[in-house]
């Protein structure tokens, strides 16, 4: 394929491939047109829409356009009407010079789809210039003895118009010795000869002169003028005679200057000067005098300009031997020029489409052409672009090629592509061009935000202070510009018990969370909630997390002391018969705390004693026992004074007060001790009254125990773990008090305890133990075994 171009890598599929567009994108259509030269910029050439059968508005909605394959626009075209019209003023010499027709092609580029329309321009030649002849002046030697009919060669006028508008003929102006005769030379360029109609007399007429006239065929036609002097020599009747008629030798263009080219040879019989030979150019043009040089008297032909096989491919002259007489001979040399690969391929872009959005399918990004002015092998040319990117290479008409997506592109995978599109030739050494573009891939909204975390995690202290900064989410999006600009927000809560909207906020710019109010640790413990994450893009897309935050609990509560009771009222005394033996369970202090974890372990001390050494309380359930054998010395009524503290820091604590009574035994009736002896007579009285009292409490006792039970057993089903005694009035509420969580047993208990109103003494009384929830660890074990201490008590009151 001559100055053509294959797309690598495959070139079975580069001839698949032209079928396949030939059909789609080829040239549909070929139009012809013909303009004079030298017509002025903007003159109409034709109307392309009429030539090729297409409509206006194709030419426009499809964005038609004249292409070439040099860089110079000669032509334009409105695609309001389809005319074609000049872009600049056409001058066919300079275009073509002596090629006949002068024809210049271009293409019109059409797109969506791509098509490629083959103009072709033939510039016609008009008569703008003059024969010219290289000499003014010729001077002819011609010997007398020369014969009628002799021929005498002339220099040849020079015209650069072509076709009927070239030299057509020659005339001299009027003699008795001779007339014109016209010739063709190799180049097909008429020369003329001057023929000897008359003898020559040296002694009569030594020199002759005359007006040598060249006519060109234009319409009117144009001419040019030579002086021609004749001297008239004496005899000489020996013409040389050259060893070749024709010479034929190649020469590379890429030769020095310098370089011998061929040499010529010829002899002359005659002696003396009309022996002596001396070679010149004859009927040569412009380009041969200024490329080669004759030596002219050894005949060498040298090169003293450089070659270039693509500029002229081979040179045909005249050489002409003229001996000393003014005789001559002649022989044709041809020169013939091979080409050598000097010229690097060419890459004209047409059309180039950047950025090219993301996800789209298939799309033209390039359209190119390319070309190689040397010859055979050294003008084909290999096209490539790197394998390792998301492009092809599609060939199209002639040289043309375009540059497509292979696939849609991913910004977020890649945002820009710097191709490099490779033309080699097959010639030796190869020669290649580079065309280095960049494509960038503009952005589409296609990545939801993302949040760091599935889910966060924040830990707030309780009573905090309000607008507390409490952490921050965060979300990244993968696209750019306005499409990753990301705002946060609460979504609405799915657990509308939570006054979502008054706990926190979020900074739409960056997602930071703050705490509105203040929390507390005892009303609300964790709560969670999502936060959504949207883009600007449109249309938007978001993504949420999930926010948890835990409330971290502090010491702000003190223990409370649910029994005894520190309402104010009357104390609740405690019976201990003096028979008790020492670690006698005298009663136990029940005390919670508001508080969680350390901050809610609880610990009890007894701070004041009436008699110091009678009595303890175990420090982590606060049982009150007997410390040793109670006496008769002992007095009958003790009060004690119990601490209880919290593990928190600063700890908190509270104190809560007993008092104690010693009997000699349970049915003994309990009065508050006389503040002075009574005389014996009243104390006797006052025995049987208490004696009276005593048995009839203790009557009214147990049969509301019986009572108790009975309600109880029937209850059970509804109130579980809630037991309630019927109180008709008293200071404290008739409900049940659970301990759960916080108390301070080593084992588990639900206690019911009734809570007897109408008397001045209102006596607090553990009745028993309803329903254990955990097994005691073994006889002996007591619980300060279990650090933790977690108790559940039920209480009625």
């Known amino acids: 394929m001559e100055n053509g171009g294959v797309c690598t890598p ?17 040239v549909s259509a070929t139009g012809s047109f013909s ?75 059409m797109k969506n789809p791509t098509q490629f329309l083959q103009i072709e321009l033939q510039v016609r030649d008009i008569n703008d210039h003059s024969p010219v002849f290289l000499e003014k002046e010729m001077l002819l030697e011609i010997p007398e003895n020369s014969p009628v009919g002799a021929v005498f060669l002339l220099e040849s006028a020079k015209d650069l118009d072509v076709g009927i508008n070239a030299v057509k003929s020659y005339t001299i102006s009027p003699n008795s010795h001779f007339h014109i005769k016209m010739r063709v030379n190799p180049d097909n360029r008429k020369y003329p000869e001057l023929v000897l109609d008359k003898a020559l007399d040296y002694e009569e007429q030594s020199e002759l002169s005359f007006i040598l006239t060249a006519l060109d065929g234009g319409s009117p036609p144009r001419s040019g003028t030579a002086l021609v002097r004749v001297e008239v020599v004496d005899v000489n009747d020996n013409t040389p005679e050259f060893e070749q008629a024709f010479y034929e030798v190649e020469i590379l263009e890429n030769s020095i200057l310098g370089s011998l080219v061929v040499t010529v040879s010829a002899w002359d019989l005659d002696s003396g000067t009309n022996g002596e030979l001396s070679y010149t150019f004859s009927h040569a043009s412009e380009d041969i005098h200024k490329t080669f ?13 450089p070659l270039d096989f693509e500029s002229i491919e081979s040179y045909s002259m005249i050489i002409q031997a003229t001996d000393g007489g003014g005789l001559f001979g002649k022989s044709t040399v041809r020169i013939q020029v091979m080409d050598v690969n000097d010229n690097a391929p060419e890459i004209t872009v047409s059309s180039l489409t950047s950025p090219i959005p993301e ?57 820009e592509y710097n191709i490099t599109i490779t033309a080699t030739d097959l010639g030796t050494p190869r020669l290649k061009t580079e065309y280095n573009i960049t494509v960038r891939v503009s952005d589409v909204n296609d990545n939801a935000p993302a949040f760091t975390q599935t889910s966060y995690t924040l830990f707030v202290p309780e009573n905090n ?41 979020i900074n739409a710019d960056n997602g930071h969370l703050f705490a509105l109010r203040s929390l507390d640790y005892e009303a609300l413990q964790a709560f969670e909630f999502r936060v959504g994450a949207t883009d600007r893009g449109s249309p938007a897309l978001s993504g949420e997390a999930l926010v948890r935050v835990l409330v971290l609990d502090a010491n702000d509560n003190s223990p409370f002391v649910l029994y005894p009771l520190q309402n ?74 119990v601490l209880v503290k919290d593990n928190g820091k600063p700890p908190r604590s509270a104190t809560a007060t007993l008092h104690v009574l010693l009997v000699d035994g349970f049915s003994q009736p309990y009065l508050p001790l006389p503040e002075a002896a009574p005389a014996p007579a009243q104390a006797d009285s006052l025995t049987v009254y208490l004696v009276v009292a005593l048995a009839s409490v203790s009557s009214l006792f147990l049969f509301s125990v019986l009572l108790f039970v009975v309600v109880r057993l029937c209850r059970r089903s509804r109130a579980a773990s809630v037991g309630r005694c019927s109180v008709p009035e008293g200071p404290f509420p008739g409900h049940l008090v659970d301990v759960s969580g916080t108390g301070t047993l080593s084992q588990s208990y639900q206690y019911e305890v009734c809570l007897a109103g109408g008397s001045g003494t209102t006596e607090f009384r553990f009745l028993k133990p309803v329903i254990p929830h955990m097994q005691a660890k073994g006889p002996g074990k007591n619980s300060e075994e279990n650090p933790t201490f977690r108790n559940s008590f039920e209480f009625n009151f």
């Open 10 to 26: 495959q070139i079975r599929q580069v001839l698949l491939l032209f079928v396949l567009l030939g059909m789609s994108q080829a």
């Open 465 to 505: 202070s309000p607008a507390l900064h409490i952490g921050s989410v965060s979300a990244t999006d993968r696209d750019s510009g306005t499409n990753a600009q990301v705002t946060y927000s609460l979504l609405p809560p799915q657990d509308t018990h939570v006054p979502l909207a008054s706990l926190v906020s």
């Open 568 to 641: 104010g009222s009357a104390p609740c005394t405690e019976l201990v018969p003096r028979a008790a033996e020492p670690g006698y369970l005298v009663t136990k202090v029940v005390a919670v705390d508001g508080d969680s974890g350390q901050n809610a372990w609880l610990s009890f001390q007894l701070l004041k004693a009436t008699e110091p050494g009678l009595f303890g309380v175990w420090a982590h359930n606060g049982e009150v026992r007997t410390a040793r054998l109670l006496s008769e010395r002992d007095a009958a009524k003790h009060r004690l004074v």
């Open 293 to 305: 040089e004759i030596h002219q008297k050894s005949g060498e032909i040298t090169l003293t300009a």
């Open 359 to 415: 996800n789209t399918p298939e799309t033209v990004v390039m359209v190119f052409s390319i070309q190689d002015i040397d010859s055979g092998e050294n003008g084909r040319i290999v096209c490539s672009i790197p394998e390792d990117l998301p492009f092809v290479l599609k060939s199209s008409i002639e040289n043309y090629y375009t540059l497509e997506t292979e696939r849609p592109l991913d910004r977020e995978s890649r945002a």
């Open 35 to 109: 303009v004079a030269e030298e017509m002025q910029s903007g003159s109409f050439v034709g109307n392309l829409a009429n030539d090729l059968g297409l409509k206006v508005r194709e030419l426009s909605s499809r964005g038609a356009q004249v292409v070439s394959k040099d860089k110079k626009q000669s032509l334009q075209l409105d695609i309001n009407n389809g005319d074609l019209l000049l872009s600049e003023t056409l001058d066919r010499e300079e275009l073509c010079g002596s090629t006949e027709p002068c024809v210049l092609y271009f293409q019109v580029l």
